[in-house]
């Protein structure tokens, strides 16, 4: 069964510096998403993308985020300058984009984030 | 800013009894939710949804309850099977606005064998 994948697994960096979180969709998916779940809190929302453009994001996306997909098969978050609060589980997800009501969304492992 | 709630962070259940996992909403723009569940290490899988045009949905051992009035669905998973022991979460949102999603907290079930 086709699944998304994310790397790493796990990744730790220095508070400001530049980290990129890759994930590998489902390769016929047309919508891909980030979520993102603090420690104990709830996973929340962080951007779609469809057709090579964001199609929604939160307020937690700010400026420090950006999504790519660099080439047809990866998509990726980079966070410019990371803060002890980015600290996450990071979610990325993918649908058929067929805009049925029955659109699932498939989602990764997840990358621990953590920013010492 | 919770949208979406589930109240109950854990519930334990005898194996082959009912679970029944709530949630509550207060977007009333919202009309479609959907049930995940998580294991430890891994990501959300989805398990089932509702549109708000329905209120019930019933999919083998599992079946979503929403009450749109009261803007509460809820989760009932019978027989429950140690196997379903994980924690769920409840999500919400508009169809056709990118599909943004609104999750909550998560309720972690235990079945006991």
């Known amino acids: 069964e086709p699944e998304v994948t994310q790397t790493p697994s796990h990744q730790v960096t220095q508070m400001g510096q530049e980290v990129i979180l890759r994930c590998v969709p489902i390769?016929?998916?047309?919508?891909f998403y980030w979520y993102r779940q603090i420690l104990g809190q709830k996973v929340e929302f962080l951007v779609s993308f469809y057709n090579n453009e964001i199609s929604e994001k939160s307020e937690i996306f700010d400026d420090q985020f950006s999504v790519e997909r660099p080439d047809g098969s990866n998509f990726t978050l980079k966070i410019r300058s990371t803060k002890l609060e980015d600290s996450a589980m990071y979610f990325c997800a993918s649908s058929e984009g067929t805009g049925r009501s029955t659109d699932t969304q498939y989602f990764g492992p997840g990358t621990r984030l953590t920013v010492l | 800013d919770q949208q979406v709630k589930q109240n109950s962070p854990s519930l334990s259940v005898q194996e082959g009894r009912i679970s029944i996992l709530n949630c509550d909403y207060t977007n009333s723009m919202f009309d479609y939710f959907l049930w995940y569940k998580k294991y430890p290490a891994e990501g959300p899988t989805f398990l089932i949804s509702?549109?708000?045009i329905k209120d019930k949905n019933e999919d083998g051992r599992f079946t979503v309850f929403l009450n749109k009035s009261a803007k509460h669905l809820s989760l009932h998973i019978v027989p429950s099977q140690p196997g379903d022991s994980a924690v769920y979460f409840c999500?919400?949102?508009?169809w056709g606005t990118g599909n943004q999603f609104y999750f909550g907290t998560g309720t972690s079930l235990t079945v006991i064998p």
């Open positions: 509702i549109s708000s």
């Open positions: 390769s016929n998916h047309l919508y």
């Open positions: 999500a919400a949102g508009e």
